[in-house]
């Protein structure tokens, strides 16, 4: 039977293939962030709870690779072996769904954590980075936002019926938690109805950079963030008994 970590490899060498995860991963997070916090400035401001725009936008663009890695590259990458029968061929051989889907979830966040490593290195020579206020919260925090994320991303796989399909709803999934999770405007900036929909959405930034700047503890973020992780945990174990059957 193929072990884990052989079969994690594997997965890593196709994933590097596709150059437009690889896009959403690496280039997009930083460029964005270079950006947004040269246009908004460095002196602290009401809409991002008295805090500098530059040092909250390196913060939130470390969950961007989250995002992208998790909703983007994960679901296609699983729906096109479902697509094409892959799975099934897998299961002939001993290696079971779950374990094809652990490895690839072991890809997904070993490129999240090079992802905000990227991030990181642009910050430095522009804008810095920012002082860590609670750094344990906001390590667990990130922990919890990648793996809810990666959940999310491995039942989206596993429910749609082609690679193009999942493309399509990681994309859709993918600007509203990046806009309005944190990655766009300013929580401050962000209306009654909008706030609210932020709220309920299971997005890593604010997990990640509110006790980073020591905006809020982790505990705000915990509720809605555990309640995703749990319902994308029960329909991953379903869908991939189901999908290797």
Known sequence: MTRLPTLAAAEARLLMRDWTVLVFAFVFPPFVMVILAG?????????????????????ASIGVPMIALALVGLPVALASYRE???????????????RVVAAQAIVTCGLIVLGAAVVLAVAVPTYGIPHVVHPVQTLLGAA????????LGIAIGLVAPTARAAQAIGLLAFFPLY????????????????????????????????PWLGVSALSS????????????????AWLARRAGG
């Open 39 to 59: 246009v908004f400035g460095n002196q602290p401001d009401q809409g991002y709870a008295m805090q500098r725009p530059d040092d909250y936008y390196v913060t």
């Open 84 to 98: 094409r029968g892959v799975l099934r061929r897998f299961e002939a051989f001993g290696v079971s769904t779950m």
């Open 144 to 151: 919890a936002g990648a793996l809810t994320l990666v959940f």
């Open 221 to 236: 973020h915990v509720a809605a963030l555990a309640a995703w992780a749990v319902v994308a945990l029960l329909a991953t």
């Open 179 to 210: 806009l309005l999770g944190g990655g766009g405007p300013p929580r401050g900036a962000m209306t009654g109805t909008m706030r609210a929909i932020a709220d309920a959405l299971p997005s890593a930034i604010p997990a990640i950079s509110d």
